[in-house]
């Protein structure tokens, strides 16, 4: 159960606030949907519940706010916009790392995918799917950790009539057995057909928070869906009858050649049409919309959403009934008028009906059962009832499709494959849980990989360049590093991993919707952090290795020999390699952004080691004349096992004009990231 008290976003200047006081309640074993056009603040509702918004009131899921829920993801399943992913991730990658970020084993992942229909699909990249087989994702991905309640920002939108008949079939199934269902939809109709609850927003406010059967009855309007190629011809004589009869009636200009007529019959707009001769190719009574006025999404017709259908390729997906519809329109259409087609919300209605039924699985301990894509798991008793259904039942049990799923026979029921066993997520956060993440996250796309090689290749052809040159320090041949470039292309590489690591969380925020699955700060930081390490590491030895090889290929051994001093070049090597991939991490978390941390990285040896001059270099009374060697007197007589040479090295590193930039940077914005956490948690 979903209980949202007093939701209030903040206002934005002198505007008023998108959302203010919004209050209502999600029972368990129903779908509650929430209507209203765009702009009428569904989508900031959900955030605001979901604490990914700042603003006033409380949302309580079973009696406890997010926060206060030690593991969200198995209480609170999301779906908000598109799947938040990296286009080039694999679609059964994308769900590993989730399960990983989860807690969960990481074959929930292809129990999942088998339940969506997605088997076949699950080495495709993000950024070839389809917009069905988007959906299908983002809904399996709601449901990877089995969760209590779903969430769901309009996830019809941009569907087929058969893609939306399986979602509302999915969702069917799980409120059938206990489950909370909430979602946003702009269109009333659909609310009306699919939802149990239909809570009406306007401006950001409730207007009418009403049982489904309350809500078509007393905020929808019917009306009479007439497709005619004299559509103007004809509404101005409906126009001009109903005025001459003194009755009310509207006449609305829809998309091409069709017509909505709000107050009239079939009956009556079949005689005006019949009298003057005007072709009528389609004349059916429709649920209406909330009005001609209101800012609605018109549903498409049967023929138009199979011409837009996306190729589905592998995925099986079923066909609608046409003929069957085609029949009760025809017994339904009265008057002279020879008439075809089907209105389109009666079509959708049979067809949310048909889905409704077919869905509808058991579920025992947990355990659910959907139809697969593409099959129907009905009796020939439940066809032939369908046919023999007059016109007020269909439009009751469209209206009621939980007390039509309640009632279901269950020799249909158990026919149904059944879901994944029950899963356990662990019962404590585990310190591994974001370094899994971190790792699948970073092994699932080639950017590192391809970014990695670019280093190394631009990195050899410089040094051999260099010593064609000449006079060239050996350490910086080795390194690739130009006396031109502010720094060498291992540290510009590995600041842009580290810029990548946080930069992507904020472009394909994969954990957005999943608060406190994985700390978003300082847990999420640390992983990072390691990670990044050890592949600046992994980088700076790779590049050393090459370059010398290169020279040795190119030149002979005499540039390839190893420098006397090379302990502490290759120290001061590896702090230069790692502070930028930190530098890179570190900015990219506070400015959320790659640009800002890759700028943060190039920024040290640009303008902080100028400024760092300045203040060593400029005037001053005194000076530290022999501190290094009070220093090394200070060492010996704390370290007496040769402890010293280390912390010497270290400092000798950090006087380096570079060096100490970067720990300047690097100290500026660790202390910034932990002020704005510290600042978030106490707000």
């Not at 605001?48 to 409380?58: F, I, N, P, W």
């Not at 259409?333 to 039924?357: D, F, H, L, V």
């Not at 064609?468 to 031109?484: K, N």
Request: some cysteine; hydrophobic content about 40%.
């Amino acid at each position: 159960m979903i209980q949202a008290i007093g939701l209030t976003s903040d206002p934005r200047k002198d505007l008023p606030p998108a959302v203010d006081d919004v209050s209502f309640e999600a029972r368990a074993g129903r779908v509650t949907a929430l209507l209203g056009g765009p702009g009428a603040g569904k989508t900031t509702v959900l955030r605001l519940m979901l604490e990914l918004q700042r603003g006033r009131g409380v949302t309580y899921f079973r009696g406890r706010p997010l926060h206060r829920i030690a593991h969200p993801s198995r209480e609170v399943g999301v779906l908000l916009g598109d799947v938040p992913g990296h286009p080039a991730r694999t679609v059964r990658g994308h769900l590993r790392m989730l399960c990983a970020a989860a807690g969960v084993p990481a074959r929930r992942a292809d129990e999942v995918l088998e339940v969506v229909g997605l088997v076949s699909l699950r080495d495709e990249r993000l950024s070839t799917l389809s917009r069905g087989m988007d959906r299908r994702l983002g809904l399996a991905c709601a449901l990877l950790t089995d969760p209590h309640t779903l969430v769901l920002d309009d996830p019809t939108s941009g569907l087929s009539t058969r893609e939306k008949r399986w979602m509302h079939g999915m969702l069917r199934a799980h409120v059938a057995h206990g489950g909370t269902v909430l979602l946003t939809t702009p269109d009333p109709k659909e609310a009306a057909r699919t939802a149990d609850q239909v809570v009406t927003l306007e401006r950001g406010r409730v207007v009418a928070d009403q049982e489904a059967a309350d809500f078509a009855r007393t905020r929808l309007r019917p009306r009479v869906a007439v497709r005619t190629p004299h559509a103007p011809r004809l509404a101005t004589l409906l126009t001009k009858e109903a005025r001459a009869t003194h009755r009310s009636v509207e006449v609305v200009r829809e998309s091409g050649n069709r017509l909505s007529v709000y107050g009239s019959t079939c009956a009556d707009v079949g005689e005006t049409a019949f009298r003057n001769g005007i072709p009528v190719h389609q004349l059916a009574d429709e649920v209406g919309d909330m009005g001609p006025r209101a800012s609605t999404t018109a549903d498409r017709s049967a023929d138009e959403a199979r011409a837009d259908v996306a190729p589905q390729r592998k995925a099986a997906v079923s066909r609608p009934e046409g003929s069957r519809e085609q029949a009760a329109t025809r017994a339904r259409s009265g008057g002279p008028t020879r008439t075809t087609g089907t209105g389109t919300a009666t079509s959708s209605a049979t067809e949310s009906a048909t889905s409704s039924t077919a869905s509808t699985p058991v579920r025992k301990r947990r355990q659910r059962s959907v139809t697969a894509p593409g099959t129907e798991a009905r009796t020939p008793q439940a066809r032939s009832g369908d046919r023999q259904r007059t016109e007020p039942e269909a439009e009751a049990s469209d209206t009621t499709p939980r007390r039509r799923a309640a009632e279901a026979p269950s020799a249909e029921l158990d026919a149904l494959p059944e879901l994944p066993p029950p899963i356990s997520v662990r019962p404590a956060p585990s310190p591994l849980r974001p370094l899994r993440y971190e790792l699948r996250r970073a092994a699932g796309v080639g950017t590192g990989f391809v970014t990695c090689g670019a280093v190394l290749l631009v990195s050899a052809v410089t040094a051999v360049l260099l010593a064609r040159v000449g006079h060239t320090p050996r350490p910086r041949l080795m390194a690739g590093w130009p006396q031109q470039l502010p720094l060498p292309p291992a540290a510009l590489g590995a600041g842009l991993l580290g810029a990548l690591a946080f930069g992507d969380e904020f472009r394909h925020p994969a954990l957005a919707a999943d608060r406190g699955t994985v700390p978003r700060r300082l847990g999420l930081l640390a992983a990072k952090l390691l990670v990044t390490t050890a592949t600046a590491l992994l980088l700076a030895v790779l590049t050393l290795g090459c370059d010398i090889e290169m020279l040795y290929l190119v030149y002979g051994r005499e540039l390839a020999e190893v420098p006397s001093d090379w302990l502490s070049l290759t120290a001061s090597w590896f702090g230069l390699v790692v502070g930028c991939a930190w530098a890179g991490v570190l900015a990219a978390g506070l400015f959320r952004s790659t640009t800002a941390g890759l700028a943060a990285v190039v920024a040290v040896p640009v303008a902080v080691v100028p400024v760092v001059h300045k203040i060593v270099e400029g005037p001053s009374v005194r000076t530290a004349a022999g501190f290094p060697l009070r220093i090394r007197e200070l060492l010996l007589n704390q370290w007496p096992f040769g402890g010293e040479r280390y912390v010497e090295a270290a400092a000798r590193l950090i006087a380096q004009p570079v060096g100490g930039a970067l720990t300047l940077s690097l100290a500026a914005l660790l202390g910034a990231f932990l002020f704005t956490t510290l600042r978030g948690k106490v707000r």
